[in-house]
């Protein structure tokens, strides 16, 4: 089965730092531009880190200084470093392909405690 599957998710306190990652399984390649997209609760999913195939970055402002994305080719893993992370990041952070998308995965949950 080709998907993208997330982990890293968990519980920090206001301040804290966690490390997601996105590994493509069966035939998908993540040497594509990626993106790294969150939910919260009662919101519409929302892109928040881009990389694309040049290994070129952008993120949205809300995490810009905070958030770093990158990928290791060799496992076909993009990751997400969080650090300094806020209540407002609590959400269900989610990858995908930004140009030829598939099928969302489980995601993976992030909660930041006050």
């Known amino acids: 089965q080709v998907q993208l599957v997330e982990s890293g998710g968990g519980l920090v306190q206001t301040g804290g730092s966690l490390r997601l990652s996105c590994a493509g399984s069966g035939s998908i390649s993540i040497r594509t531009a990626m993106g790294w997209y969150r939910q919260a609760p009662g919101k519409q999913r929302e892109l928040v880190a881009r990389l694309d195939a040049h290994g070129y970055t952008n993120y949205a402002d809300s995490v810009k200084g905070r958030f770093f994305v990158s990928r290791l080719d060799n496992k076909n893993t993009v990751y997400l470093q969080m650090t300094n992370l806020m209540p407002e990041d609590t959400a269900v952070y989610y990858c995908?392909?930004?140009?030829?998308?598939?099928?969302w995965g489980q995601g993976t949950q992030v909660t930041v405690s006050s």
């Open positions: 995908n392909r930004l140009e030829d998308p598939v099928s």
